[in-house]
């Protein structure tokens, strides 16, 4: 099983801009973050596969980008323009499978998971 650990979460004001770091150690094929809020879900945000197609959930389009540095196993999350509901725990999520486009933001289809790291944006 891939280990996952992130890091770069913490309070920002509305429009404000984080980093999040997702170290892995393991092969992996898809690789992506999720969010999860108090009384919500957890949805897919933004995921790559072996394609380096990356997927981004509409409501981070034009705001999130996700990168890697496959040197160091790691992935990123750069936040800008963040929004009160941008407020979650933020987890880093793997899979040794190549998931296809379509799948990659469905958190059921990865099974490693981080310990999350908690994003807080005030008003």
């Known amino acids: 099983q891939v280990q996952l650990v992130e890091s770069g979460g913490g309070s920002v004001q509305a429009g404000g801009s984080l980093r999040l770091s997702c170290a892995a150690s393991?092969?992996?094929?898809?690789k992506g973050w999720f969010r999860q809020a108090p009384g919500k879900e957890r949805e897919g945000v933004a995921a790559i596969g072996n394609s380096d197609n990356i997927q981004y959930a509409r409501s981070v389009k034009g705001r999130f980008t996700l990168s890697q540095d496959n040197a160091k196993n790691t992935l990123y999350l750069e936040m800008n323009g963040l929004k009160p509901e941008d407020t979650a725990m933020y987890y880093c999520a793997a899979d040794r499978r190549a998931l296809a486009w379509w799948s990659l933001l469905i958190p059921s289809n990865y099974n490693s998971w981080g310990q999350g790291t908690q994003v807080t944006v005030s008003s």
């Open positions: 393991g092969y992996i094929g898809s």
